[in-house]
């Protein structure tokens, strides 16, 4: 190359580098403006946005522009003059942003992941010591909210308090579904107490209480009984503990199996009924777990009365419970402390009493008792509520379908259907035929009809201020991502075959230490079931394994609440049976637990096989009814001879 030809070369390289120099100097400090979230989780992607206010009109239009966003290159996309970008922030980094000459940097402090556990941990540990769960509940939330605020507004935490109730509390009740579910309880209560005020429901008990004329038989009306009364397990427990007590003296059989019998129906028979005082508060938090997988990006498909009904072939300890009962009183045999109760009550005289049920289920004094007045209202309540299912489930379609088996067709259409709706309908026809029953005949005066249903509402007050908190303690877990921490620790060292068992476990665990089903619902609904769908598809299960961990997990929920419950001495339902049936409470309590376990050990054998073995949950109740039986035939004894 001549001296000439070099000088040249070497006078383009430098014009070259001047220009692109000049290039990237394009954009000044003053064109972007960078938003990043107040609040950001170690580890969690959240999205910045990028705003050009600059003069390059491309960026005004629809262009990528290469970046370097925390030392990794990316393309931006601008689309009229904005662009975002899913970033995740590391405490031990600044966040930075560089694009052709302009350099963005902002220290950030990220919330550590580990510390979204702290909420709800506090409030098990909180529920454990105290044995009470709307304050453990209450500290919960603004233990949440507080290390949020400590992380949005660097260190301060004062507006803790005011974002429980301006934030998560009015957002819970702002919910189109919560609030459906608060009128459906309330509805509920309302009918409950006035069909327990006109006479109806002790008519019921009474009309199948002449049927009861050995220990045998009255321990299986006694049983039927709480089957009949499944939509409210106060109800159950009051009205069949005092109305049975007295023909349960006769006949001797044991204060203690009395209250055995009228404590394990009462909440089993409530928990998996389709119409309770119960379901609304299930859906509540099974929707709730559905908005949060929902909302990460994971879609199911199935609505919430969907998920209720697919768990019910997982529902082991419940209808077992309720299996193993009948067993008891078929066959005449118990064993542990109940053999030697009901032995004594055989060789001793009991001394029957006058019944004293609590006011608010007594009938009106003088009223004239017929069953058609509790009757009616729970099969309008009945009928209703499947016609609701049918009507916003677009049965018309799916039986239509000539292709989809009859058990398809049924479970598509109350898949798909609008069940807040249908039980709104039903709630609300039930309360109105039970007051017309009870003005039309005279049993009450309109005055008294009102006021009894305002009873019945009063009645679910507790219930509907936890349902509110643990909405707000599920939207505290959601914002503070739990569920990936969970996830993170679970997913290398638990099986996610073993996640059904646990939450059976620690359910139980927690109902037995706060005495509370609705509680420990409201605790573990809204932890295990996003946690058991994010495991299930990063473990590799395909759509319709983790749809059947999902229907398991949701099961689980509810019996270990009902297995804690059963167990637990300061219960509110085994307290009311003990007081219903006139039995020392601690004798109830000593009992009842045997059979307790022993069930609750066999429904957890089951919850693991049936997790780890894909087939029909029904089998494995098969197989569960038959191990009871051969546990009564070989260690059961008569107490009778």
Aim: charged fraction near 15%; charge should be negative.
């Amino acid at each position: 190359m001549s001296s000439k030809g070099f000088y040249t070369a070497v006078v383009f390289c430098i014009f070259s580098v001047f220009l692109n120099a000049q290039e990237r100097q394009e954009y000044s400090p003053d064109d972007f403006q960078i938003d990043i979230p107040h609040f950001c989780i170690e580890t969690i992607p959240v999205e910045v946005e990028i705003n050009y206010t600059g003069k390059d009109s491309s960026l005004l239009h629809s262009q990528a522009v290469l970046a370097v966003v925390n030392g990794k290159r990316r393309n931006l996309d601008f689309e009229n003059g904005r662009a975002r970008a899913m970033v995740s922030f590391d405490r031990n980094e600044p966040f930075s942003l560089k694009i052709e000459g302009f350099t963005y940097v902002e220290e950030k402090t990220p919330m550590p992941l580990w510390l979204s556990v702290i909420p709800p941990l506090l409030v098990i540990l909180i529920a454990f010591l105290f044995r009470e769960v709307i304050s453990s509940l209450t500290i919960g939330i603004i233990s949440g909210i507080g290390i949020m605020e400590y992380y949005t507004h660097e260190g301060s935490v004062l507006s803790a308090f005011p974002r429980l109730i301006d934030t998560y509390l009015v957002d819970s009740l702002a919910n189109e579904d919560h609030i459906a579910v608060i009128l459906f309880s309330t509805l509920i209560g309302g009918m409950v107490a006035v069909i327990s005020k006109n006479g109806g429901m002790s008519a019921v008990v009474s009309k199948l209480a002449r049927r009861a004329n050995t220990p045998r038989s009255g321990q299986l009306v006694t049983w039927f009984l709480g089957l009949a009364i499944f939509f409210d397990d106060y109800a159950n427990t009051l009205v069949v503990g005092n109305t049975m007590r007295p023909l349960t003296d006769k006949l001797k059989i044991s204060r203690e199996k009395l209250s055995y019998i009228v404590d394990s129906t009462a909440a089993p028979v409530a928990a998996i009924a389709f119409i309770t005082t119960w379901i609304g508060a299930e859906l509540g938090y099974i929707q709730g777990a559905l908005d949060t997988i929902n909302s990460s990006g994971e879609v199911i498909s199935e609505s919430a009365y969907g998920i209720f009904f697919g768990s019910l072939q997982y529902s082991y300890y419940p209808l077992l419970c309720l299996f193993f009962m009948f067993l008891i009183i078929w066959t005449e045999k118990d064993f542990g402390p109940m053999f030697k109760a009901e032995k004594d009550a055989h060789q001793l005289s009991i001394k029957p009493e006058e019944t004293d049920s609590l006011k608010d289920f007594e009938p009106i004094e003088g009223a004239v008792l017929r069953p058609v007045n509790a009757i009616l209202p729970i099969l309008t309540i009945i009928s209703v509520t499947v016609i609701g299912l049918f009507v916003t489930g677009d049965a018309a379609e799916h039986f239509s379908n000539p292709e989809l088996s009859f058990g398809l067709k049924l479970s598509k259409t109350i898949g798909s259907a609008d069940s807040y709706k249908a039980l709104l309908w039903a709630s609300l026809s039930g309360l109105i035929v039970a007051l017309f029953l009870s003005v039309s005949q005279g049993i009450l005066s309109l005055s008294e009809s009102v006021e009894s249903s305002l009873k019945g509402f009063k009645s679910m007050i507790d219930a509907v201020i936890i349902l509110i908190l643990a909405w707000a303690l599920a939207a505290i877990t959601d914002d503070m991502h739990t569920a990936d921490y969970l996830a993170g620790v679970v997913s290398g060292s638990v099986s996610f075959w073993l996640i059904p068992a646990i939450t059976f476990v620690i359910s139980a665990l927690v109902a037995f230490s706060t005495g509370s089903s609705w509680g420990t619902m409201a605790i573990i609904y809204p932890l295990m079931l996003p946690l058991t769908w994010v495991i299930s598809i990063e473990s590799g299960q395909d759509a319709e394994t983790a749809l059947m961990l999902f229907y398991n997990t949701t099961s689980c929920v509810l019996a270990g609440s009902v297995l804690g419950d059963h167990c637990s001495p300061i219960s509110d339902t085994t307290i009311l049976s003990s007081l219903a049936t006139k039995c020392d409470h601690i004798q109830h309590v000593r009992t009842q637990l045997p059979y307790a376990l022993v069930v609750g050990l066999v429904a957890l054998v089951l919850t693991i096989v049936s997790a780890f073995i894909k087939i029909h949950g029904l089998v494995f109740m098969i197989v569960g009814a038959i191990v009871l039986w051969l546990i009564v035939k070989m260690f059961g004894k008569r107490a009778r001879s």
